[in-house]
């Protein structure tokens, strides 16, 4: 069955940086977008970036110039690199994919940005 698992979320200060890392199994990961969300404390889920099978990227504008997505097939991993975090940037994180049709979603990290 499809699974994600997320690890590399933490405490972090402000201007600190993470690498966030997403391991896939059970889908064709090659052929497959893969999308990083987060959802903060009273707010809706947000998209925050996708890589696409042809590695065509796009990102939320919040987090643009600071944030980069990439994937590597041979290990079946997606990452994201965090740069530059803010307190905003406090949230739990989750990866997703699209696979036949249906989504399915790791279970999360958490990522606090506090002094």
């Known amino acids: 069955q499809v699974q994600l698992v997320e690890s590399g979320g933490g405490l972090v200060q402000p201007g600190g940086s993470l690498r966030l890392s997403c391991a896939a199994s059970?889908?064709?990961?090659?052929?497959?977008?893969m999308s990083w969300f987060r959802q903060a404390p009273g707010k809706a889920r947000e998209r925050v970036a996708t890589i696409f099978s042809t590695s065509y990227t796009i990102y939320a504008d919040s987090v643009k110039d600071r944030f980069t997505i990439s994937r590597n097939s041979a290990e079946k991993t997606v990452y994201l690199q965090m740069n530059s975090l803010k307190p905003e940037d406090t949230a739990v994180y989750y990866c997703k994919t699209k696979y036949q049709l249906a989504d399915y979603w790791g279970q999360g990290t958490q990522v606090t940005v506090s002094s």
């Open positions: 059970g889908f064709t990961f090659n052929d497959s977008p």
